[in-house]
């Protein structure tokens, strides 16, 4: 078995402090991705969790309107990924983001960014083992959720301490799963709506306009169901991280990007244009047992609740899966530019184990969480990792402005993947990510949580700072 490290060639892209002495990310991993992996991990990273299980809650709030929710929300997410893409096709990288953030800005930048990121996914991980584990549990009574998480972990660091390949195929077939009981649901919802089902009335508009009409909280309800949204999209980055390993690394991640468009026009703003149109907004079974079961039972699909408890487990699994991915990737990447501890950036035949295991750290710890505080363990997670996904995207659009411009310059033969109406929507899309901050400040129910993305990222930024401080002084004084 052969054991290698990051390459140690210096390259100097400008910063802030004048050119940067950083080691070249990704040298040593594989890619062994190909097209078809990387086309079903884009399109299955838009189906997660939280689209089948956290759309209830905003439904509960914001009636019909969420689609007008999700539709906003989307629209930022489309910027947002339109601008990664434009930098990752430009500048392909397993660290995605926190390389432009570094080049465009500073390595305090890469840093914080990289590493926010890196917690956000090791913690997702142990929120989406908890959910898998409260579903097993739930089809064999008596099974304790701490086993299932403990056995989650096992099964997905294995899978990501072999073959990159090996978690292409993984991804491929839960992602083609998800797609598949997705459109299914949109198909058999379509033909509720028009009547075309047996013994099923069309209901028309009723569900949009009666029971408070459109907007039955008004503006209130529809901003908390537009910040239950913004969350719901996130884990579309992991596209730009494993695109790096992939076959062709430019065309790979410049046609993801290209169809996101689609795929969260169709996923996302579709299905709950369905569901709300086929369920009053009201109905309790919404919020109990979910917005996809509540529509499948409403419209006598039998064993619903069944059917979409095996769709939810299997997007929980895919994520745990991704997350563990992309969380190994991104420390490689930081390791690889010298912003965290060396045993990180070891590869092994193409594959970083270390990083992995490091990034598995936190799973296995919420199997004692689970068996300390198996109540409360789940809602004190979603608080830790808060908003940290807007502020990645705050950085990736920032990078974005500095970035066009000095490929303009330099290259612009590069720019495979252009930002629409540059700078405009650039400088839209940072007000939208500004403007749901505000929006989250103002909610007792989401300020908690930017209490915790605040202090997290302040904490980075002030540790990558000083050490960018400390490395500019030491190469002053060699």
């Not at 703003?269 to 109990?288: H, K, Y």
Request: aromatic share 10%; charged share 15%; with cysteine.
């Amino acid at each position: 078995m052969s054991r290698t490290s990051a390459s140690a060639e210096p390259a100097k892209p400008a910063g802030p402090d004048g050119p940067v002495e950083r080691r070249p990310d990704d040298v040593t991993l594989s890619h062994g991705l190909k097209q078809r992996h990387l086309s079903m991990i884009a399109l299955g990273g838009v189906i997660g969790a939280g689209l089948f299980v956290g759309s209830g809650a905003g439904i509960a709030a914001a009636g019909p309107s969420i689609v007008v929710a999700y539709a906003l929300s989307g629209l930022l997410v489309m910027l947002v990924m339109r601008m990664l893409g434009e930098m990752s096709a430009a500048n392909p990288a397993s660290g995605s983001f926190s390389v432009h953030a570094e080049r465009a800005i500073g390595p305090w930048a890469g840093f914080t960014s990289g590493w926010a990121f890196w917690t956000l996914l090791c913690v997702a991980v142990g929120i989406e083992g908890i959910g898998a584990a409260k579903i097993m549990s739930g089809w064999m009574p008596g099974t304790p959720e701490w086993a299932w998480v403990a056995l989650f972990m096992l099964a997905f660091c294995a899978t990501n301490l072999a073959a990159v390949r090996n978690f292409g195929e993984f991804e491929f077939w839960f992602a083609a799963l998800k797609v598949a009981a997705i459109v299914l649901f949109l198909v058999i919802g379509g033909l509720a709506i028009f009547g075309l089902l047996p013994d099923a009335d069309a209901p028309g508009t009723a569900n949009l306009t009666g029971e408070g009409g459109f907007m039955p909280n008004g503006a209130d309800g529809l901003i908390i169901g537009l910040l239950a949204s913004v969350f719901a999209y996130g884990g579309l980055e992991t596209v730009t991280i494993a695109a790096a390993e992939s076959e062709n690394p430019v065309r790979g991640v410049a046609k993801a990007v290209r169809t996101a468009m689609w795929r969260i026009a169709i996923f996302y703003i579709g299905s709950m244009a369905v569901i709300v149109t086929l369920v009053p907004w009201d109905d309790p079974a919404v919020a109990e047992k979910g917005p996809y079961v509540a529509t499948l039972d409403h419209i006598g699909i039998p064993a619903a609740g069944e059917i979409m408890n095996v769709v939810v487990l299997i997007a929980l699994l895919s994520a745990m899966n991704a997350n563990i991915y992309g969380a190994s990737r991104m420390a490689c990447s930081l390791v690889a530019r010298d912003q965290g501890p060396t045993f990180m950036g070891k590869t092994h035949n193409g594959v970083p184990r270390t990083a992995v295991l490091a990034s598995s750290v936190f799973g296995f710890g919420c199997v004692l969480l689970s068996y300390w505080r198996p109540d409360d363990v789940f809602m004190w997670l979603l608080n830790m990792v808060g908003a940290i996904i807007l502020v990645v995207w705050i950085f990736i659009a920032v990078s974005q402005l500095v970035l066009r411009r000095r490929t303009e310059r330099e290259d612009p033969s590069r720019l495979v993947v252009r930002m629409w109406l540059y700078p405009w929507l650039t400088w839209v899309a940072l007000a939208g990510m500004v403007a749901v901050f505000v929006l989250m400040a103002r909610d007792e129910g989401t300020r908690t949580q930017l209490y915790y993305t605040g202090g997290l990222t302040l904490a980075l930024a002030a540790m990558g700072y000083a050490r960018q401080t400390w490395a500019r002084k030491s190469r002053a004084r060699d």
